[in-house]
């Protein structure tokens, strides 16, 4: 709240926005512009992810962001990089009194940058990442909303792994479908054989994988076959095979 009584916006509840959002590309582009709101110097923002140790710009606002992101990836070292893996803060005031990460500094520069922030996200785990600010302006952070940059990158670090977690029992539900599936075929498939040998459904399964190693073909397309010269058709959810003419 401001003296005169009026309320100042806090950062964008980020969890309620991944929940809106269709995409996390989308989130993390909502993100990013978030974050270039409460920096009214800062003429670019990133987010950068690391996953299996490669550093990605997965979004991005304004203009200065890709270019030095992808200087501080190509030498594998920079400010957004030292707050993505070490999980603190990295702040740089004046670029050109520098002396950290090589040539990046003289870089940043050249590029019309003076000054950046670096914000850990999601911090020493499995997709770490980082919020990267940059201004052409020395000390171009001065007057931006820390508290509402830092609660943004917290809300963040939440979101990021509601999302990997979401993308992750994404994955398991798929798999999970496809094993069903599998095994409804291959219930039918064994039904087929009890039907025609008069055995009981173990004797039918043990003839069916005996045919899968002969035949060097997984049990489940085996089945697949099978089912499909039956009916004359594929299997429902396969839409491979079609049936033979």
């Known amino acids: 709240m401001t003296d005169d009584g009026m309320l100042v916006p806090g950062p964008p509840d980020l969890v309620s926005l991944l929940l809106e959002t269709d995409t996390l590309d989308g989130f993390l582009q909502a993100l990013a512009r978030s974050a270039l709101d409460l920096s009214p110097t800062a003429d670019g923002c990133g987010v950068t992810l690391e996953r299996q140790n490669r550093p990605l710009t997965v979004a991005s606002a304004g ?16 400010p957004c990089l030292q707050a993505l893996r070490e999980g603190r803060e990295v702040s740089v005031s004046d670029m050109r009194e520098e002396n950290r990460w090589n040539g990046y500094p003289a870089f940043a520069v050249a590029a ?22 940059y201004s052409p302006k020395e000390n ?22 509601l999302a990997q977690r979401l993308s992750d029992t994404q994955t398991f539900t798929a798999d999970l479908e496809a094993a069903l599936r599998s095994r409804t075929v291959i219930d039918q498939a064994a039904g087929i054989v009890m039907n025609q040998r008069r ?30 010269s ?10 491979r095979l079609r049936p033979r003419p």
């Open 63 to 78: 203009t200065s962001a890709p270019l030095l992101d992808e200087a501080q990836y190509g030498q594998d070292d920079g």
């Open 112 to 133: 019309g940058t003076q000054s950046s922030l670096s914000l850990p996200i999601a911090a020493r785990s499995h997709t770490a990442g980082a919020l990267n600010l």
């Open 140 to 161: 171009g952070f001065a007057d931006a909303d820390l508290n509402g940059l830092r609660a943004l990158a917290a809300q963040a670090t939440g979101a990021v792994a």
């Open 199 to 228: 055995c009981t459904s173990e004797e039918a399964l043990r003839t069916l994988r005996t045919a899968s190693q002969h035949r060097n073909v997984k049990l489940r397309d085996l089945c697949a076959q099978l089912v499909s």
């Open 230 to 239: 039956v009916s004359g058709g594929p299997p429902p959810g396969d839409s």
